[in-house]
């Protein structure tokens, strides 16, 4: 199993300027989570999707963010416009939602960087 | 308000030295609790999921326990290849259920 995939690993970008980060979650997986990770904030669930719906969004900071599921192999997370505060490290999750079981599972994160 | 609080922010150990990590927490109804590693420059990595109080759980050095208001980390003989950061969560039955709770971590390096 490849496991979760993020793209890309880093970014680095201008303030005011538009980012797209990218994530596949585990082939059958119905539930993907977007995390983002500071030193002084630690890891903070953004929003989270279940079969490809929005469930809590309470996490994203402002308007500026935004995230979407088109389908079950695919997410966006988008900043616009980005600004320095956003420099951090965003982890995709994903899980697979059961009674039994909902461990989440993480992909290797992308280091944003906003100057 | 769901809360999850871990102690020491940082441990230094020698190798074969063991010790326990802490995850104190309050939450409206414990669904799950959480541990995973994390190590530099990558995601986190699940260890393992306790439901109950009184559960155990354990994989080669690492032994996990719960209580009704912590778990302990306890790691026996460990190893440089231990050292990592160690995450603790919860998850409530309160509001999105598969909502993780994050603490802040320890720090663990084991010195050779």
């Known amino acids: 199993d490849a496991g979760v995939i993020q793209s890309p690993r880093h970014e680095v970008t201008e303030m005011g300027q538009e980012v797209t980060l990218r994530c596949k979650p585990i082939?059958?997986?119905?539930?993907l989570f977007w995390y983002r990770q500071t030193m002084m904030r630690g890891l903070e669930l953004l929003i989270y999707?279940?079969?490809?719906?929005?469930?809590?969004d309470s996490g994203m900071p402002e308007d500026r963010f935004s995230a979407k599921m088109p389908n079950a192999s695919f997410s966006t997370l988008k900043i616009q416009p980005s600004e320095p505060r956003d420099s951090a490290v965003y982890f995709c999750?994903?899980?697979?939602?059961?009674?039994?079981?909902?461990?989440?599972?993480f992909g290797p994160g992308t280091r944003l960087t906003v100057l | 308000e769901d809360q999850v609080t871990q102690s020491p922010e940082a441990l230094r150990l020698q190798e074969g030295e063991s010790s326990s990590l802490n995850c104190s927490y309050t939450?409206?109804?414990?669904?799950?609790l959480f541990w995973y590693r994390q190590d530099p420059g990558k995601g986190p990595e699940f260890l393992f999921t306790?439901?109950?109080a009184g559960e155990e759980k354990e994989k080669e050095r690492l032994k996990a326990t719960l209580t009704k208001k912590e778990s302990f980390l306890h790691i026996t003989a460990p190893k440089p290849e231990d050292s990592a950061t160690y995450l603790c969560?919860?998850?409530?039955?309160?509001?999105?259920?598969?909502?993780?709770?994050f603490g802040t971590g320890t720090l663990l390096a084991v010195q050779p």
């Open positions: 999707f279940n079969n490809n719906v929005p469930i809590d």
């Open positions: 306790l439901y109950s």
């Open positions: 969560a919860v998850q409530g039955h309160g509001g999105a259920t598969n909502k993780l709770i």
């Open positions: 999750a994903s899980s697979l939602d059961r009674v039994d079981t909902d461990t989440q599972y």
């Open positions: 082939s059958g997986h119905n539930s």
């Open positions: 939450v409206s109804g414990l669904r799950g």
